[in-house]
């Protein structure tokens, strides 16, 4: 079976801070999960992980393989990946858009202002929480 290949998806893991340093310059996405020869794991395994600690320091994912890095670093990565994953999801209550990622919910206003403003705004909650966990 071939694997998800998702370009819009990495697009989106590229623009989140580096998990290991937090910088934002150069990030890419870091294929981490199961892979056969000379393919790549799913794109809905990526990670977002600077130049530097994908590929070129003595500390990357490349040189340490995935089990080390991630003790090196103290991540779990199989929490990262599932959290990066998750789906949002909006539903209407009593007039009131309420979006809901994850074990939190958010009010996104009122059904008046339009389901365009909802999503967008569940978008930009969905970014500052990727920041954060990221």
Known sequence: MKPVRNPGYLRWIRSLPCVVCRTTYAVEAAHTGPHG?????????????????????????????????????????RAIVARLSEKPFIRVESGTFVGRFGDQEYELGSTEAGLARAIRRMRQLRREMETEVA
């Open 37 to 77: 020869l000379g393919q790549k794991s799913s794109d809905l395994s990526a990670i977002p992980l600077c130049g530097k600690h994908h590929r070129t320091r003595d500390d990357s994912y490349h040189r340490l393989g995935p089990r080390r890095f991630a003790e090196v670093h103290q991540l779990d990565i």
